[in-house]
Every structure is written in structure tokens, then in C-alpha cells.
């Protein structure tokens, strides 16, 4: 009964992480500009990340692998919201083109001092 549960739990966060993968690729095709593609990346590969190491720490179960997928969570949590940052200050940096629905950009505001 118990492998059975475990199996279910395995096969819930594996469709959680996979179905996080699949919206962000989604968001990347689909969204407007650079700006909106970024929030897509970081939040697939965050979300999509935790749910695919919950599904491998269910289905191992050993001390090792936990101890690893929370090292790896910690650091994917850390790096990639960091790595996203960088990559929106390079676009306003190379002045990339914002979508014509944005409503301000603060950035610009104070880069100009006004």
C-alpha cells in the first residue's frame, strides 16, 4: 500500500513540474516582449525544477537524494531569479523593445533623473 501512495505522490509532482515546463515554454512563444518571456523562463524553471526533484526525492527516497534536491532547490531558488535580473537590466541596457501595452517604465524615469 505504502509503494502505491509513494507512486502516486511520484507521479503527482512529476505532471506538477512537467505541467510548470510546459506553461513556461508556452509563455515563451506566446508573450509579447523580452521582459515577459524572462518572467515566463524563471517561473518554469523554478517551479518546473522544485516539482521534478519532489517527484525524484518520492521515488528514490534515500538520504543522498534529498540532501540533493534541496542543495539543487536552494540554489536554482537563489540563481535564477538573480540570472533573470541580469538579463532584464542587459535588455533596458540594449534598450530592447517594450511591448506597446506597457504603461510606464521607471527604470528609463530615473536613468533620465526626472
Known amino acids: 500500500m505504502i509503494y502505491i501512495i ?4 511520484t507521479l503527482f509532482f512529476l505532471l506538477i513540474g512537467l505541467g510548470f515546463m510546459l506553461i513556461g515554454a508556452i509563455g515563451i512563444v506566446r508573450l509579447p516582449d523580452t521582459y ?11 517551479l518546473g525544477l522544485a516539482g521534478m526533484l519532489f517527484a525524484a ?12 534536491a ?13 540570472g533573470s535580473h541580469i538579463l532584464a537590466k542587459a535588455a533596458l541596457l540594449d534598450r530592447a523593445p517594450m511591448w506597446t501595452g506597457t504603461l510606464d517604465n521607471e527604470w528609463l524615469k530615473r536613468r533620465r533623473g526626472k
Open 6 to 9: 509513494n507512486d502516486l505522490l
Open 36 to 46: 515577459h518571456r524572462l518572467h515566463a523562463a524563471s517561473k518554469c524553471a523554478t
Open 57 to 68: 526525492v518520492f521515488n528514490i527516497g534515500t538520504l543522498a537524494v534529498v540532501t540533493k
Open 70 to 82: 534541496v542543495v539543487t532547490l536552494v540554489f536554482a531558488c537563489v540563481a535564477v531569479p538573480v
